[in-house]
């Protein structure tokens, strides 16, 4: 595989209407994926995104977010996007990252599933925000009093068979609080689900730090950052997890 392939794909990729070239990536052999050096320049480097970030939080808190016009942005958005920063959030309503985050349309690429666990899709998804849009920091997202982790702990406390899909759902995020069992016995459920929902984030930021071949790469070579945070329902906060 030449460079000069690899470059010219990606430019058509990039070129294709930002995300909506999201389709090519399809026909792209794993060889031109894999760390080519060509990566878009970051907007900010992972630090610059995270302090970003967290000072939009700090208006979002203070209800003092940025004057917003839509308009002029939108024009500029037509043409390409390069966000700086990815969150897998959780589906929960209550949570909304550029809100929270006070940013603007093209500035955040958000992938969002109850429980915010990594799956096949938003791997995927979080590698084409790296590797072609040229993001540099990853946040997963988790919230106090998360529903899916609530369930989670209904299922490991009392052997719940819940409807439909959802046993797979809550299969993904049941890990992290067999962990806490392991490590802190059977707390009360709220107890229990307040600390599943702090170690799936932690567990889900391992996931993604080590992920081969993309992410673990410009993890290692310090290109990016994956962080946790958790969202306070109550204040609007978001507070960072250690891992
Ligand atoms: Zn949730």
Do not use: W
Not at 8 to 35: C, F, H, Q, V, Y
Not at 47 to 62: F, K
Not at 122 to 149: D, P, R, W
Request: glycine share 10%.
């Amino acid at each position: 595989m030449s460079t000069h392939f690899i470059l010219s794909r990606r430019k058509a990729i990039l070129g294709a209407l930002g995300g909506a070239g999201l389709g090519l990536m399809a026909g792209l052999p794993r060889s031109s994926l894999a760390a080519s050096g060509a990566r878009p320049t970051s907007r900010l480097n992972a630090s610059e995104a995270l302090n970003s970030l967290m000072a939009g939080n700090a208006r979002y808190v203070a209800n003092q977010p940025n004057a917003l016009s839509y308009v002029p942005g939108r024009a500029a958005l037509t043409t390409g996007q390069s966000p700086f920063a990815i969150i897998l959030s959780c589906a929960d309503s209550r949570i909304t990252p550029e809100f929270a985050f006070d940013q603007r349309p093209g500035d955040l690429f958000v992938t969002r599933v109850a429980g915010n666990y990594v799956t096949v899709d938003s791997l995927a998804t979080i590698e084409y925000g790296v590797e072609f849009l040229g993001a540099s920091l990853i946040m997963v997202l988790g919230h106090t009093s998360c529903g899916a982790l609530s369930a989670a702990v209904e299922v490991a406390r009392n052997a719940t068979v819940l409807p439909g899909s959802l046993p797979k759902l809550v299969a993904q995020v049941l890990p992290a609080v067999e962990r806490v069992k392991a490590e802190k016995g059977m707390l009360p459920p709220a107890e229990m689900a307040a600390a599943s929902i702090i170690e799936n984030v932690r567990e889900n930021v391992e996931r993604l730090r080590t992920a081969a071949p993309l992410l673990s790469h410009y993890a290692e070579r310090g290109e990016i950052n994956v962080v946790g945070g958790l969202y306070h329902l109550g204040t609007g906060q978001v507070e960072i997890i250690g891992v």
